[in-house]
């Protein structure tokens, strides 16, 4: 790589390569990824809108809301223009300002989920260790409380992060071996000592990764341990199924985050990384709501609500006319 001629000002223009050695298959392409991004763009606001008319919205629900409108933001700042992209032989251009709004609230999103997936471990704890002081402890504006804080948390470091690595001196190169403007991929442009490049990752990872992982890791010590204790072996079953799918969900966000950014800048291999992006960009979103539709018996009834009540609005109106209580177009008012 070329160590001269170090641009960062905003006139800048990147060049996003995506998957332009498999230009032969952008038709398949194209096609598999519009149907997973409108499968997750599906199932989501499902859930949304399934929480959203449930009278009753217990604490775990709100929660569930918020990771859905998480992942339905997430993927609409990246899907959409990889989807304009494939059509674009030999990569497309994105601007400076572009690439910095990209990667921040791609980090944010990530980050506000990795602060989330806390609050709704902390929210299994008093569920099973707290049951008598659950209503209390888990009131309704603490929750909303504990979302604020989530996405604020997500957005100050992401933007911290975006600023110190958008301040970095860039080398001649500005072809992104990527889909999206990921840090990784950014970090690899950059004409700095390999170490400097990496504070700012470095910093961002112990903020959103490593300290919610302590604290799921807290919550679910006690929570293993509480359980251990119950004698039926019926009742510990029915509690570790409650919590099944937040685990779930935590292995595959954590998983693919810690391969992808806690490791050294020397261990970048560009087209390893677009195949884990596409991992928890895409298939990742798709397999939350399935996760949690499939496990949670919140969600499930809500889910189900949702769709009886939508079946059962066109019968009413039937009824209604067989009754005799409709007005026909030819009645005057």
């Known amino acids: 790589m070329e160590r001269g001629n170090h641009s960062s000002g905003t006139t800048m223009e990147f060049v996003l390569l995506g998957f332009s050695e498999l230009h032969y298959l952008w038709g398949l392409l194209f096609f598999v990824f519009l149907i997973v991004h409108l499968a997750t763009l599906a199932g989501n606001l499902l859930i949304l809108l399934a929480v959203t008319v449930e009278h009753s919205r217990p604490p775990m629900l709100l929660f569930l809301c918020q990771l859905s409108a998480i992942e339905l933001c997430y993927t609409l700042v990246i899907v959409p223009k990889t989807l304009a992209d494939l059509i674009s032989p030999g990569g497309s251009t994105i601007s400076f300002v572009g690439c910095a709004t990209q990667m921040h609230f791609f980090v944010a999103l990530g980050g506000a989920e990795c602060f989330l997936l806390a609050a709704m471990a902390y929210d299994r704890y008093v569920a099973i260790c707290q049951p008598l002081h659950y209503a209390v402890m888990m009131s309704q504006e603490f929750c909303l409380q504990l979302a604020i804080i989530c996405c604020l948390g997500g957005f ?57 992982f302590v604290l799921i890791l807290i919550s679910y010590s006690y929570i293993t341990a509480a359980v251990l204790r119950i004698r039926d072996s019926a009742g510990r079953g029915k509690a570790f199924s409650t919590c099944a799918s937040h685990l779930a969900v935590t292995l595959l966000h954590y998983g693919c985050a810690t391969f992808m950014y806690v490791r050294p800048k020397s261990n970048y291999s560009p087209n390893r990384d677009k195949m884990v992006s596409l991992v928890y960009t895409n298939i990742t979103p798709l397999l939350y709501p399935l996760i949690y539709s499939l496990r949670n018996k919140e969600i499930k009834g809500a889910v189900r609500k949702l769709l009886q009540k939508k079946a059962a609005q066109p019968n009413w109106n039937i009824l209604k006319c067989r009754s005799g209580l409709c007005e026909h177009a030819s009645q005057k008012p």
Do not use: G, M, Q, W
């Open 156 to 212: 100050t470091v992401s933007l911290c992060l975006t600023v110190a690595v958008f301040r970095l001196p860039f080398c001649s190169s500005r072809r992104i071996n990527h889909f999206f403007c990921d840090i990784p991929a950014l970090l690899h442009l950059a004409c700095t000592k390999s170490y400097i490049s990496e504070l700012p990752l470095l910093a961002a990872c112990i903020l959103l990764l490593l300290v919610p």
